[in-house]
């Protein structure tokens, strides 16, 4: 798939604009351009495993939610977290205070 698009003058520089789509489709916040002789490729920059993450997390959100719902329902948990603060073994509760 090929897309035409002029060259802009940007202040002392020249760029282009890039489609709202293909920046959606590929989730673009930053790129590399790469010279490869013949011509260039603007690809992806590469994303941190922390942002990978995120993302991850975030496409995945409902079903972390319901897993999050299930676990915080199941009757062992709730047992634990009624506890008193006497029940919490080593926790030092003069820091809370």
């Excluded at 989730?27 to 995120?54: C, N, T």
Aim: proline residues 3%; aromatic residues 6%.
């Amino acid at each position: 798939m090929g897309i035409e698009t002029k060259i802009r003058k940007i202040g002392n520089s020249s760029g282009i604009i890039l489609p709202k789509a293909l920046i959606d489709k590929y989730e673009l916040a930053e790129v590399v351009i790469e010279d490869h002789g013949d011509g260039i490729m603007i690809r992806p920059a590469s994303k941190s495993i922390f942002q990978v993450k995120m993302e991850e997390a975030r496409k995945n959100k409902k079903s972390i939610y319901s897993e999050m719902e299930k676990e915080a329902s199941d009757p062992e948990t709730r047992s634990y977290c009624e506890q008193g603060v006497e029940g919490w073994g080593d926790i030092d509760t003069e820091i809370i205070e």
